[in-house]
């Protein structure tokens, strides 16, 4: 299971940090991601982070912007979002894969029920 939270209303130019909590994984050993759907578009990759929490990877708009973290003693992935923009509105989602790496959604089995960001202009 994995519960996103954090997300909220937030004005251009502002910070927010989102948190996913996992349960009933062994989390260390799952690829961990964030993804984001807009309004009237498609779910798309935002950040992943690798089991051990060495590799990560960013799609290029929220490089610099976004951080990924990861806590396996605590099974929680986080994203912190500053320098927000009003293209960054959207709902995210956290998403877990068995592979050992890789950011394809479909390699991404479990979901999070999304968590909602708005960004004001």
């Known amino acids: 299971q994995l519960q996103a939270s954090g997300g909220g209303l937030v004005q251009t130019g502002g910070s927010l940090r989102l948190s996913c909590a996992v349960s009933?994984?062994?989390?260390?050993?799952?690829?961990m991601a964030w993804f984001r759907q807009a309004p009237g578009k498609e779910r798309d990759f935002v950040a992943a982070i690798s089991g051990s929490g060495v590799a990560s990877r960013y799609q290029h708009s929220v490089k610099g912007r976004f951080t990924i973290s990861r806590s396996n003693a605590q099974s929680t992935v986080d994203l912190q979002m500053i320098s927000l923009k009003p293209e960054d509105t959207a709902v995210y989602f956290c998403?877990?894969?068995?592979?050992?790496?890789?950011?394809?959604?479909?390699?991404?089995?479990?979901w999070g029920q999304g968590t909602e960001v708005t960004v004001s202009s």
């Open positions: 009933g994984l062994t989390f260390s050993n799952y690829t």
């Open positions: 998403a877990a894969s068995s592979n050992l790496w890789g950011t394809r959604e479909g390699l991404f089995g479990s």
